[in-house]
């Protein structure tokens, strides 16, 4: 294939700093990311932001299907040259964002995901598969690195949060690959990072809504105690956070950035069971 370069300035191709395009062109880095995904010729993907296709072609030659999403139809002939012989390609010229994800899982079946996700989009995506999805296996997405900082991150640490705590419920993220901003078109003001997220050995809770508005009273004012979080988010009176805090086996006096997803999954059922939520 050519130099990507030049396949989009024979199509008058020009960049729109709106969708955040920064493409990937290294061979080798667009095998890495594939095997980092574990893709095989049975598996499904489900790829947001085609781009020019490099990552999509790559998809192709693993997996045994491939759903390609694309925002920008100015990309439809690059893609149309570029994914030429793919025949286990389905691009798609619309905003995932915008898409029923259970219409998209009726479609695909059973999937995982991989993509070099735009920037301005990484975690409302993630958080979408995090929130709705029903039958991915998995997300393997590149990501700026500071976000995949948080995504993985342990409790009581700068980057732990809100996001950090919804992605371990649902299963285990970790950090698979670094990736200079060097090798992107054109180059991005930050370094990147791959991150692996397998939708196993989360844990369960009692109320999904519970879960969500505990995290966001968790951290609604991370230098608070939790105690005083749960007096302002719920108006309750101190000595009824006490007292839940306690049935939740939560020490006195913590901040809510200390408990691991798994201790804020225990206190959101406490607090769901006492008709908090």
């Known amino acids: 294939m050519e130099e990507l370069a030049t396949t989009l300035q024979r199509h008058g191709f020009a960049f729109k700093k709106q969708f955040g395009q920064n493409f990937l062109t290294d061979p080798n880095l667009l095998g890495a990311i594939v095997k980092d995904a574990g893709i095989d010729n049975e598996t499904t993907v489900l790829e947001i932001g085609a781009g020019a296709g490099a990552l999509t072609r790559a998809l192709s030659a693993a997996a045994g299907r491939v759903l390609s999403y694309e ?102 993220c970790r950090i698979v690959r670094s990736v200079p901003r060097t090798l992107f078109t054109p180059r991005p003001n930050v370094d990147s990072s791959v991150v692996r997220i397998d939708f196993t050995g989360g844990f369960e809770v009692k109320s ?49 950035e200390t408990l691991s997803p798994r201790e804020l999954g225990h206190l959101s059922d406490i607090l769901y069971e006492n008709g908090l939520f």
């Open 71 to 172: 925002i920008d139809r100015s990309l439809q002939p690059v893609l149309a040259e570029t994914l030429a012989g793919c025949e286990n390609v389905e691009v798609i010229f619309r905003d995932f964002m915008k898409e029923r994800m259970d219409a998209v899982e009726k479609e695909l079946g059973e999937y995982v995901v991989c993509a070099n996700l735009p920037y301005y989009v990484t975690t409302p995506a993630v958080m979408r598969f995090i929130e709705e999805a029903k039958r991915c296996r998995g997300i393997t997405v590149m990501v700026q690195e500071e976000v995949a900082a948080r995504f993985s991150a342990r409790e009581n640490t700068p980057d732990y949060g809100a996001v950090t705590a919804a992605i371990a419920r649902r299963g285990v």
């Open 208 to 256: 999904d809504k519970a879960f969500r508005e505990t995290v966001k009273l968790a951290f609604l004012s991370r230098r608070k105690t939790l105690e005083n979080n749960l007096i302002n988010f719920l108006k309750l009176p101190r000595g009824r956070a006490k007292e839940l805090l306690t049935l939740a086996g939560v020490k006195e006096g913590v901040r809510g």
